[in-house]
């Protein structure tokens, strides 16, 4: 099978497009044949090695996790999924990835595909949808009324983000830049913030939860935005403690992790029309390297996606 795979960590020029073994399923796993992969800047951070102390892989690796495919072979253990069903997921990135015409994973981290997405935008949906579900109500644990200010609104993560907190009830205000007001304010958001000519601490109330995307100096301002109760969850830098508890905050930093169970409540609210799929650009597997080159601009509108069978 062709896979995109890496033999040591370097820049693009490292993403190879190659043949590589069929991988086989254990017992509690599933083969999926992989329809669309998406391309997530926890990619292009592995690839380049910057996590190379957190999660050691071994080479060579095939980059990539989000899947949205097929099932093509279930292990001895497996009874809840049969092949031919159509699923996704975010599997566990210690593995070998998406970027591949077959890939394996955990059974156990395999959802039913939401039925109204095209595996192009299925595939957008599960490490970016994870990291805005289980911020927002597995740590900050987010309440109906609460205002919460979400960082990077038109990212991946916030894209969802905004969607989930507005269906929760909660007042959602979004950063971004002031090409893509229209998008956040469609999205839901109750406020917007041009992060580019404003400092949000000027033109924000206190707020009760802050999704942080970005880290440093947009972290620290943050702080200082929260009510006393108030939860700061990042996903890119531990934010500091004292600086919380001096105005009586929580928080921390988390790592997104596989869940079936949240992917199942997603694939709900997309079915039923309430959470939408931004797609900012697909390209075929073998293009892998322009795909990485676009998402380190860090100027993405939504999610980039590899197709790897055409739709
Ligand atoms: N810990 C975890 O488990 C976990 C999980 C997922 C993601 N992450 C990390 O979270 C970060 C975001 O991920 P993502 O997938 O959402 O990234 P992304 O899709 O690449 O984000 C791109 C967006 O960031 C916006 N942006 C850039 N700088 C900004 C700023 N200073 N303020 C507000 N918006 C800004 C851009 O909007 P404009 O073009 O309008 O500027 C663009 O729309 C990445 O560093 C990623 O590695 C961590």
């Not at 970016?128 to 609460?146: N, V």
């Not at 105005?247 to 596989?258: L, R």
């Amino acid at each position: 099978m062709k896979a995109i795979r890496i033999h040591s960590y370097g820049d693009v020029e490292s993403l190879s497009y190659e043949d590589a073994p069929m991988p086989q399923a254990g017992p509690g796993d599933i083969r999926v044949r992989v329809h669309a992969a998406a391309v997530n800047p926890v990619d292009w951070k592995i690839r380049a090695g910057y996590l190379a102390s957190m999660v050691p892989h071994k080479m060579p690796l095939t980059l990539g996790w989000d899947v949205s495919g097929v099932v093509e072979q279930v292990g001895a253990e497996v009874t809840h999924l049969s092949v031919g069903d159509e699923v996704y997921s975010r599997p566990d990135i210690s593995r070998d990835g998406s970027y591949a015409e077959y890939m394996v994973v955990r059974a156990s981290e395999l959802a039913v595909k939401p039925q109204s997405l095209s595996h192009n935008e299925a595939a957008a949906v599960p490490l970016a949808g994870l990291t805005a579900w289980q911020a927002l109500f597995d740590h900050a644990k987010l309440k109906k009324g609460e205002r919460v200010l979400i960082h990077a609104g038109a990212g991946g993560v916030g894209s969802f983000a905004i969607q989930f907190a507005k269906w929760a009830g909660a007042h959602v205000i979004a950063t971004a830049s002031s090409a893509n007001e229209g998008l956040i304010r469609n999205l839901g958001a109750d406020e917007f913030v041009d992060y580019r000519s404003q400092r949000f601490e000027d033109v924000l109330g206190k707020v009760d939860v802050v999704l942080d995307t970005i880290g440093g100096d947009t972290q620290t301002r943050s702080v200082e935005l929260l009510r006393s109760g108030g939860r700061l969850f990042s996903v890119v830098a531990p934010p500091d403690e004292n600086a919380l508890a001096a105005v009586g905050a929580t928080g921390g930093i988390f790592m997104v992790q596989p869940s079936s169970e949240a992917l199942g409540e997603i694939a709900k609210l997309i079915d039923a029309g309430t959470v939408r799929v931004l797609i900012d650009s697909v390209f075929p597997l073998s293009e892998a390297r322009a795909a990485h080159l676009k998402s380190q601009t860090g100027r993405s509108k939504g999610k980039i996606v590899l197709e790897v069978v055409p739709a």
